[in-house]
């Protein structure tokens, strides 16, 4: 059974993780309506350090116990986000791909909100207690001698 100081772990590393999101895509803006050289630098650099953060996320999510299916949503989270920097390199073979990058970009915001909020309602459910040592597990009926 999950602790709640787990599940409130688990809710603020996925708001953690969405607040980088966002951090990522104001490096963009800057990139894109800052004139000068090679501005997409903070960019790259933060994107890959938030390359690893899904895995954290999965890691605490798993001790946390947030139930199969938000473990399926941050394994599709850490999958889009294993793939989305190595989108924009397509530019020139394929670039119908390469655009893809902030299409993934959107989903994997998405993904992370959802896993947010589903983090956040975990941490506010109460964890039913333990039964007393020598009583009957919940739902098990005591036997009669």
Excluded: C, K
């Excluded at 100081?5 to 894109?32: D, E, K, N, S």
């Excluded at 199969?68 to 989270?77: D, F, G, P, S, V």
């Amino acid at each position: 059974m999950p602790s709640r100081g787990m599940r409130i772990t688990f809710a603020i590393v996925a708001w953690l993780f969405v607040a980088g999101v966002l951090y990522q895509v104001f490096l963009a803006g800057i990139g894109l309506f800052n004139p000068g050289v090679d501005q997409f630098t903070a960019h790259r650099g933060f994107g890959w350090m938030l390359h690893l953060a899904p895995l954290l996320v999965l890691l605490v999510g798993w001790a946390a116990h947030p139930g199969r299916q938000t473990m399926w949503l941050i394994a599709a989270l850490f999958t889009l986000v294993l793939f989305q920097p190595f989108l924009p390199s397509a530019r020139v073979d394929s670039p119908w791909l390469a655009a893809l990058h902030p299409v993934n970009a959107v989903l994997i915001f998405w993904l992370g909100m959802t896993i947010a909020l589903r983090a956040t309602a975990l941490a506010r459910e109460p964890i039913p207690a333990e039964a007393p040592q020598g009583a009957p597990a919940e739902g098990v009926v005591a036997e009669r001698t």
